[in-house]
């Protein structure tokens, strides 16, 4: 059984930097997929950045790429999510994701939340202007 656990959510200012953590638990993790995720109050969670535990391949969405990055520590079982230039609208419950099952790597089933089976609860980031 694997166990996900974020941490690093806080409140900031708008254009400050922020870096979550998940820390991973129960297996080893190749050929996993890692993401993140976001819900805002009152919207539809949406896909953030993942990326691949053996190759490191990253995937961003449009809204935060060049601005987020995703990366990890093998050694720690740890996905980082590193978040820059902070906006209003990235204010939102970030979730890390683990997806066991996805095989075929393209952008729309890497997006797709379903996709994934393990979940941690989620850490609280906001941002004020």
């Known amino acids: 059984q694997v166990q996900l656990v974020e941490s690093g959510g806080g409140l900031v200012q708008a254009g400050d930097s922020l870096r979550l953590s998940c820390v991973a638990s129960?297996?080893?993790?190749?050929?996993?997929?890692m993401g993140w995720f976001r819900q805002a109050p009152g919207k539809e969670r949406e896909f953030v950045a993942a990326i691949t535990w053996t190759g490191g391949a990253t995937y961003y969405a449009s809204s935060v790429k060049g601005r987020f990055a995703i990366s990890r520590d093998s050694a720690k079982n740890t996905v980082y999510l590193q978040m820059n230039t902070l906006k209003s609208e990235d204010a939102a419950v970030y979730y890390c994701?683990?997806?066991?099952?996805?095989?075929?790597?393209?952008?729309?089933?890497?997006?797709?939340?379903?996709?994934?089976?393990?979940w941690g609860q989620g850490t609280q980031v906001t941002v004020s202007s």
């Open positions: 129960g297996r080893t993790f190749s050929g996993y997929v």
């Open positions: 994701a683990a997806g066991s099952g996805i095989r075929i790597f393209s952008s729309a089933i890497i997006a797709t939340g379903r996709n994934y089976d393990y």
